[in-house]
């Protein structure tokens, strides 16, 4: 065999072999590739995709939180106004009841000391009658200066 034979028949093979590849072989693995490049492309767009949607995610959920941050402290300072009208209104109540007692302390000593200037002026009056009695030795009759008794303990 020649070489030149060798060779265009080498060539020969070779051409039939490529449009073999070209027109069996390649075809399926392009429309692979092409497949695999598609599945890749939606890959990266749904992470894109699922990215965004998490981004929304936490800001949504950051807003909610903020929402509730503001309504405990909503709560709290209304709590604490609630407490502190309690408090006033308990010092206010117990304020009241200490005036109430005051009062009627003041009242119960002003009648004790009523009570107790009454008595010393029913002794006085007695200690009078008794003075009186012993001054003139005999014994004064108390119905008969029964006027004269109550004219001495107004005096007193």
């Known amino acids: 065999m020649n070489i030149n034979s060798?060779?265009?028949l080498q060539a020969i093979v070779f051409a039939v072999?490529?449009?073999f590849t070209m027109r069996f072989i390649w075809p399926p693995i392009t429309k692979a590739l092409d497949e695999r490049a598609q599945k890749i492309a939606?890959?990266?767009?749904a992470a894109d995709r699922a990215k965004a949607e998490l981004a929304n995610a936490n800001k949504r959920v950051d807003e909610q939180l903020a929402a509730t941050r503001?309504?405990?402290a909503k709560r709290i300072a209304d709590a604490e106004k609630r407490a502190q009208a309690?408090?006033?209104e308990a010092k206010k109540r117990a304020e009241d009841e200490?005036?109430?007692i005051v009062a009627a302390a003041k009242a119960e000593a002003e009648q004790q000391t009523v009570?107790?200037?009454e008595a010393l002026r029913?002794?006085?009056a007695a200690l009078a009658v008794k003075g009186a009695e012993q001054i003139l030795r005999k014994e004064v009759n108390a119905g008969v200066h029964a006027e004269l008794l109550t004219r001495l303990k107004t005096e007193l």
């Open 6 to 8: 060798t060779l265009f």
């Open 122 to 124: 029913e002794q006085v």
């Open 17 to 19: 072999l490529v449009w």
């Open 115 to 117: 009570q107790a200037r």
């Open 70 to 72: 503001d309504e405990n």
């Open 42 to 45: 939606d890959g990266l767009a």
């Open 98 to 100: 200490a005036a109430k």
């Open 86 to 88: 309690i408090i006033d």
